[in-house]
């Protein structure tokens, strides 16, 4: 019931060997930190991009290389339908990513795909891997060990931390998220919060038929299937687990456990 296979559709997902299909669902989780470090990230070493300073001006990620973004017409259209458009003397660079002047970037363990935008405001900590046509919009905090599948979008003064999204997951406005998994087409409504230590210490339990597991983990925020949902100004206690297709109506907070797929949490 609590094992990986019953929540996510991993077909597509370009990290799906971070999955193990049998294993608990929170289990990734703990393999992430391994993962991200024994990942093999792009040489960004360059004037254009400084090392844990903004940005003086937007620069262009293209094949492995930066550019100077004077030299090129950029249309800003929707990431994550691939129409942030980048031209030059009318010819496009398919797959070129755009990181806006303001940006921060901390290390050098930090992937971006194709067709990503980071604008201006965005601090991202490495390691980060940020996967295609994905939007991290103005204002995020990326804080270490946050991966992202495609079409994903980091949202405007969300924060996240060692946390997995899912193709097309998406924390669009002022969201907090630590040690959680957003499955593929989950959508969190503005303000939601994904609590992820327990007051009285000690590890996360999860209670399902009656009975509690111990995941293991100290820190443990929520665990969404694909498709899931959650409204504005909702919250998450630490280990809740809701399964595809699940909604958490706005200003509710999530009780721990598992919710079975579809469940409506009021």
Known sequence: MLTIHSFFDLSLFPHASLFDLDKPVWEPLNNLQTYMDEHSYPDLESDLLPDAVPLPQSVILYHGQLLDSHDYDIEYGDTTKGKLTIMKNDVKLTGASVI????????????????????????????????????????AYVRGYCLTGKRCVVGHSTEVKHSIFLNDAKAGHFAYLGDSIIGQDANLGAGT???????????????????????????FGAILGDGA????????????????????????????????PRTIIR
Do not use: W
Request: glycine share 18%; charged share 20%.
């Open 100 to 139: 806006m002047a303001g940006a921060i970037l901390v290390g050098k363990k930090i992937d971006i795909g194709d067709g990503v935008l980071v604008e201006g405001g965005t601090l991202i900590k490495s390691p980060a891997i940020i996967g295609d046509c994905t939007e991290v919009r103005q204002g």
């Open 229 to 260: 949902q959650t409204g504005c100004n909702s919250v998450t206690n630490p280990g809740t687990i809701i399964g595809k297709g699940g909604i958490l109506m706005p200003n509710t907070t999530a009780p721990s456990g598992y919710h079975s």
């Open 193 to 219: 919060k994904f609590a992820n230590l327990k007051f009285l210490g000690g590890n996360v339990s999860i209670r399902t038929e009656g009975k509690l597991i111990d995941t293991g983990r100290r820190k």
